[in-house]
């Protein structure tokens, strides 16, 4: 039972790289979600996306993109990294969007932007 | 008002007491209030949750306590055990609604 994987678990990259964090699920949960834990902000949700080919902005989207072309899979990509996107992410994903269904996160990915 | 406000931030009990964790919510359109545990180095998971139909909700030493007109709702662990030792997250979504809401997150440290 893998459920969710992220990697890489641990990056460190320059300021104005590219990065992209993956993310793959075993369940075929329609919803993924992506997070960023920040000390004293808790999760906030950067993207979401409710099935293949359909995603959305979340609270905090502005440096990040997202593409879903299979519904197993749901890479974040952020196009030129900053010092600010230092987070640790956490992909997740639901069965289905509606209230009351749990969220299921995998172990995170450490990500420093030096 | 989407905030869920949580406190403290961080919370000291000695094995055997009892840990009290708050959250308070804006939006009255909420109908669905989980909690979730994270340990160092994981995903948070899913620990207990409850609808504002019912004041209370327990699950072994995990209780929900649910005020709807105070627009609060809290945390107990009773007994608490070292291996308690977590950083709890409240969090509220409304009905037809993807999206849940999380509290800034309480980090508890039980004693031996």
């Known amino acids: 039972d893998a459920g969710i994987t992220q990697s890489p678990r641990y990056k460190i990259t320059e300021t104005g790289r590219q990065v992209t964090l993956m993310c793959h699920q075993t369940?075929?949960?329609?919803?993924m979600f992506w997070y960023r834990q920040d000390l004293g902000h808790g999760l906030r949700l950067i993207y979401y996306?409710?099935?293949?080919?359909?995603?959305d902005k979340g609270e905090v989207p502005d440096g990040y993109v997202v593409s879903r072309s299979k519904t197993e899979n749901f890479p974040l990509t952020l196009e030129s990294a900053t010092r600010s996107q230092t987070s640790v992410y956490f992909c997740?994903?639901?069965?289905?969007?509606?209230?009351?269904?749990?969220?299921?996160f995998g172990e995170g990915s450490w990500l420093t932007v030096v | 008002q989407q905030q869920v406000k949580q406190s403290p931030q961080s919370l000291i009990v000695q094995k055997g007491g009892i840990s009290i964790i708050n959250c308070a919510y804006e939006?009255?359109?909420?109908?669905?209030f989980p909690w979730y545990q994270q340990f160092p180095g994981k995903g948070p998971a899913l620990l207990i949750a409850?609808?504002?139909?019912?004041s209370e909700k327990k699950e072994g030493r995990f209780t929900i306590s649910f005020n709807k007109s105070a627009k609060q709702f809290s945390l107990h662990i009773m007994d608490s055990q070292p291996g308690d030792s977590a950083t709890y997250f409240c969090?509220?979504?409304?009905?037809?609604?993807?999206?849940?809401?999380f509290g800034s997150g309480t980090r508890l440290l039980v004693r031996p």
């Open positions: 369940w075929s949960h329609s919803y």
């Open positions: 409850i609808r504002p139909d019912v």
């Open positions: 939006n009255t359109a909420f109908d669905y």
């Open positions: 997740a994903s639901s069965e289905s969007g509606s209230s009351g269904n749990t969220i299921y």
């Open positions: 969090a509220a979504s409304m009905d037809s609604s993807y999206k849940l809401i």
């Open positions: 996306s409710a099935a293949a080919d359909i995603t």
